[in-house]
């Protein structure tokens, strides 16, 4: 799909707010001892003890058109028999040791909320799109997967904002990702059979299992990784013609490392040269209108800048705001923040 103006694309949709409040009665962590999140089940723990504590102090919270969402976290699918009994239980059990008995809901209530939480839980994340913790979002959790949607989330602070990145016309159903749209296929219908329990057969997915080009996906990964460098090194390059090889998941992603490589050993000039490559690499896999894409270009015109290419990094701050504008929206506070405004109205 192609735009011809950005102006036809349908601005913010949606205001989510997340299930996550101060805590208060809230015992201390059993295993790190302290009201923060020390890992991954700490932080499940923690997250089911905020919406305890949200579910006693507020009423389910109720719209006109509540026939069609989820107002408590138990109206949610829990695909429960698929969870895994050990699992249930240590968070049964560490439940009990953060709550007093009579706060505690019934165990049947609580796996419905564990389950829920496992297909659909959202990570929040922080500007640079890193997950800080998981959150639930009973709105959005009514939002299907596609491979190719025509919408996307992006966390600001604990909100959660549902954006439009294609046209979308009345009555089409709004779609996200719920995997990583980088991963081929096969690994984005494992994931989606593991955690969300469903065979995805979008467009994308028969096309790829199925490509018209006779090439199917390249199986890189199960060579040696010396072989795989041996192969990446032409397309380490700037000059690499060959975007089907250049494009290459774990190129992309190679290089993606390398990125930070860069910025550890101060190495400036390289570090441009390898993102400028990954600019189309991006597109490519996630699309014209991804946050990805977005504050890599920013991060590409903030360091040009910096290094006096002037001209280069008007260029890429020019797309950064083109496409930061459709997946963030002007009202986020991100781009309320001085430096990107300085950066973008450059
Ligand atoms: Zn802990
Ligand atoms: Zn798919």
Known sequence: ??????????????????????????????????????????QFVQLVSQIIQKQRRYPPCTHDDEDYFPTTVDQLESHLKYARKDNIESLLCELQQLFEEDVLPEPSSLLNMYGAINCNGFSILDNDLNGIAPGIYLRASMVNHSCDPNCQVISDGRKLQLRTVKDVTEGEECTISYVDLMDPTKERQAELEKRYHFTCKCVKCIKEINPDDGLGELELRDLHWTKVLQLCAPYLKLDSSNNLLANYYLLVRLRQEAIKVCVHIQAWDKYVEMGQLNIE??????????AMLGLHLLDMGNKLLEMGR?????????????????????????????????????
Request: proline share 4%; with cysteine.
């Open 310 to 346: 002037l001209r280069e990094a008007r260029k890429y701050l020019t797309e950064a705001k083109s496409v930061l504008e459709i997946t963030h929206g002007p009202q986020h506070s991100f781009m309320m923040t001085p430096y990107v405004q300085k950066l973008l109205d450059l």
């Open 1 to 42: 799909m192609t735009f011809t103006n950005i102006e036809r694309i349908t601005p913010v949709i949606g205001f989510m707010q997340a299930y996550s409040h101060t805590i208060s009665t809230l015992k201390k962590c059993s295993r790190c001892k302290y009201v923060s999140y020390c890992n991954k089940s700490c």
């Open 281 to 290: 690499s991006l597109r490519y896999h996630y699309g014209p209108y991804s």
